[in-house]
């Protein structure tokens, strides 16, 4: 069966980086979209970042653009999220997403696989 498992959050003070990785298996990675999302306490889940099947195309949600890098690795079924400047306000749970279409999407319910997320706290 698909799975997508998540590793690389944690506590970092802001102005700090992490990289998120997503293992992928059981999916022909090097062929679907793939994505970040997250979701806050209270709050709905939204797009951080995705990615074509080829890695050619990316879309970035405003409030990360210019901190944040989401990339693929199609030969290592890996997904990476750099996140760099990282600020208070991008303290959430942070889960990878696959499609089984290659283009590129924005809206979760366009993905049919999700991980199980990791945690990403920012401290002030």
């Known amino acids: 069966q698909v799975q997508l498992v998540e590793s690389g959050g944690g506590l970092v003070q802001a102005g700090g980086s992490l990289r998120l990785s997503c293992a992928a298996s059981?999916?022909?990675?090097?062929?679907?979209?793939m994505a970040w999302f997250r979701q806050a306490p209270g709050k709905e889940r939204e797009l951080v970042a995705a990615?074509?099947?080829?890695?050619?195309?990316?879309r970035y949600a405003d409030s990360v653009k210019g901190r944040f890098t989401i990339s693929r690795d199609n030969a290592k079924n890996t997904l990476y999220l750099q996140m760099n400047s990282l600020k208070p306000e991008d303290t959430a749970v942070y889960y990878c997403?696959?499609?089984?279409?290659?283009?590129?999407?924005?809206?979760?319910?366009?993905?049919?696989?999700w991980g199980q997320g990791t945690q990403v706290t920012v401290s002030s």
């Open positions: 997403a696959a499609s089984k279409h290659g283009a590129l999407s924005t809206t979760p319910r366009t993905y049919d696989y």
């Open positions: 059981g999916l022909p990675f090097s062929i679907v979209a």
């Open positions: 990615i074509s099947w080829s890695g050619g195309n990316t």
